[in-house]
């Protein structure tokens, strides 16, 4: 029903730059709550980042704090992820989510309906 397709990764230097970009096919895309998770080799899914419906709320798991920018364009149906000051420590699949609940706690994989295939990003040292 609503399928994600992530762009963009690619390896970098440590304190480059790098931006995702997650494009949607979906009718109601402005209502969904949109989110970005990255997984790296032997760790589980972590939380990167996530964006509300109309963006006017966005959440940063603090290590990519001041670093990272999540937005959005509703006419495109398009997230992005601005990654800046990039680290080793960043390196994972990156991948993007989508969320239809009303009420969704954003943190949470398990609250994401919608999954994309991810995009590798590695950040050399």
């Known amino acids: 029903q609503v399928q994600l397709v992530e762009s963009g990764g690619g390896l970098v230097q440590a304190g480059g730059s790098l931006r995702l970009s997650c494009a949607a096919s979906?009718?109601?895309?402005?209502?969904?709550?949109m989110g970005w998770f990255r997984q790296a080799p032997g760790k589980e899914r972590e939380f990167v980042s996530a964006i509300s419906g109309r963006g006017g709320i966005t959440y940063y798991t603090d290590s990519v704090k001041g670093r990272f920018t999540i937005s959005r364009d509703n006419a495109e149906k398009t997230v992005t992820l601005q990654m800046g000051t990039l680290k080793p420590e960043d390196t994972a699949v990156y991948y993007c989510?989508?969320?239809?609940?009303?009420?969704?706690?954003?943190?949470?994989?398990?609250?994401?309906?919608?999954w994309g295939q991810g995009t590798q990003v590695t950040v050399s040292s």
């Open positions: 989510a989508a969320a239809t609940g009303e009420y969704v706690l954003p943190r949470l994989s398990r609250n994401y309906d919608y």
């Open positions: 979906g009718r109601t895309f402005s209502s969904y709550c």
